[in-house]
C-alpha cells in the first residue's frame, strides 16, 4: 500500500515545454508539500497547501504552479521549462504536528 | 529564520563499528521537532528518527540513537553495529510547531559509507 505516491517517476523534456507532476496520499492526512532537491542534494521547500488551501508559497518563479482539487491530491504543474529546473521533486505530507511522509520523487530533465 | 548545519560532507565507517553524524541548528522557537532522515540511493526520504524539542530524554530506535543538547542546539546521530544497508545520504531537519504544520528546513546533509 503507497502511502505517498507521484507520478512520474522520470521526465525527461525539453526547454520551453509545460509539465505536471501528480501527488496523492492515502493517509488522511490534512497537510501536503512540494520540495525540490537540487544537484548538491540539498532539500528545499517549495509550496505548503493545508486542507487544499496553500499556505507557504517560497520563493519560486511563477512558472511553477500547485493545484490542490482535495485534500488527498497535490498536484504540480510547471510551465516554460529551463534548464535550471532539473532536479528531483519530492511531495510529503502529514498529519498534525508530526513528522512527514515522502513520495518517492520525481526526477526532472530538462533537456 | 531557522538554519541547520551539518558539518560533514563526507563520512566511512567499517561494518560494525559505531559512527556519529553532527547537526546544529539555530532558531528562537522554543517548540520544534528534530528529525534525522535517510536517503539511500533509490533516493526515497524515509524517516530514521524524531526528537520533540521539550522532551529532556534522547530519543532511540534500534541501532540509532541522538544526542540532543538543547542548549547548545546541537542533535547528533549516532549509528551502532553499522550495516551496509546503512550506506545513505542522511539529513538532518527542524520542524516549528505552531497551530498548523511548517515545512522542514534541512541540512546539506552527510554522505555515510559504509565499508565491509
Known amino acids: 500500500d503507497t502511502a505517498v505516491s507521484q507520478t512520474p517517476k522520470y521526465l525527461v523534456t525539453q526547454m520551453g515545454n509545460d509539465k505536471s507532476i501528480k501527488c496523492e496520499q492515502n493517509l488522511g492526512h490534512d497537510t501536503m508539500y512540494w520540495y525540490k532537491q537540487d544537484s548538491k542534494k540539498f532539500l528545499k521547500i517549495m509550496f505548503s497547501?493545508?486542507?487544499?488551501?496553500?499556505?507557504i508559497n517560497e520563493t519560486v518563479p511563477n512558472r511553477f504552479s500547485p493545484k490542490s482539487p482535495d485534500k488527498a491530491h497535490l498536484n504540480l504543474h510547471i510551465n516554460s521549462l529551463e534548464l535550471g529546473d532539473s532536479a528531483v521533486y519530492f511531495c510529503a505530507s502529514s498529519p498534525q504536528g508530526s513528522e512527514q511522509f515522502f513520495g518517492p520523487g520525481t526526477r526532472l530533465t530538462v533537456l | 529564520a531557522q538554519t541547520v548545519t551539518q558539518s560533514q560532507p563526507e563520512m566511512s565507517v567499517q561494518e560494525a563499528e559505531t559512527v556519529t553524524l553532527s547537526c546544529t541548528y539555530d532558531?528562537?522557537?522554543?517548540?520544534?521537532?528534530l528529525f534525522w532522515y535517510k536517503q539511500p540511493p533509490s533516493r526515497q526520504m524515509i524517516l530514521v528518527i524524531r526528537q520533540e524539542a521539550y522532551k529532556q530524554q534522547n530519543a532511540t530506535e534500534n541501532r540509532f540513537s541522538v544526542n540532543f543538547q538543547k542548549a547548545a542546539k546541537s542533535f547528533s546521530l549516532k549509528i551502532s553495529d553499522s550495516q551496509l544497508g546503512d550506506t545513505a545520504m542522511y539529513f538532518c531537519a527542524f520542524m516549528k510547531l505552531n497551530s498548523g504544520n511548517t515545512p522542514l528546513v534541512f541540512g546539506k546533509g552527510t554522505r555515510l559509507s559504509v565499508i565491509a
Open positions: 532558531t528562537s522557537e522554543s517548540n520544534y521537532y
Open positions: 497547501y493545508n486542507n487544499k488551501e496553500l499556505i
